[in-house]
């Protein structure tokens, strides 16, 4: 299995009560993490906050134009 993201690219968070107070898109994909109960994980960082965030690879999409 291999990550499906690379560092560099640019995605959003997709809906959900987890993600509700987040900043919108986009969000960079800072590094990519290991394989973990059952999905890849990425640090993501947005040009909005201060902080960094660790996702799932399910709770993120391919940023469309």
Same mark, same amino acid.
């Given at each position: 299995?291999? #990550? %499906?993201?690379?560092?560099? &690219?640019?995605?959003?968070?997709? !809906? !959900?009560? /987890? #993600?509700? &107070? ?9 590094? &990519? /993490?290991?394989?973990? $109960? !059952? $999905?890849? &994980?990425?640090?993501? %960082?947005? !040009? ?18």
């Amino acid at each position: 299995m291999n #990550h %499906k993201f690379r560092p560099g &690219q640019n995605v959003r968070l997709l !809906g !959900g009560m /987890l #993600h509700r &107070q987040v900043t919108e898109g986009p969000w960079e994909i800072v590094r &990519q /993490l290991p394989y973990t $109960d !059952g $999905d890849f &994980q990425y640090r993501i %960082k947005s !040009g909005r906050e201060v902080c960094e965030r660790v996702v799932r690879e399910s709770e993120i999409e391919v940023m469309r134009r």
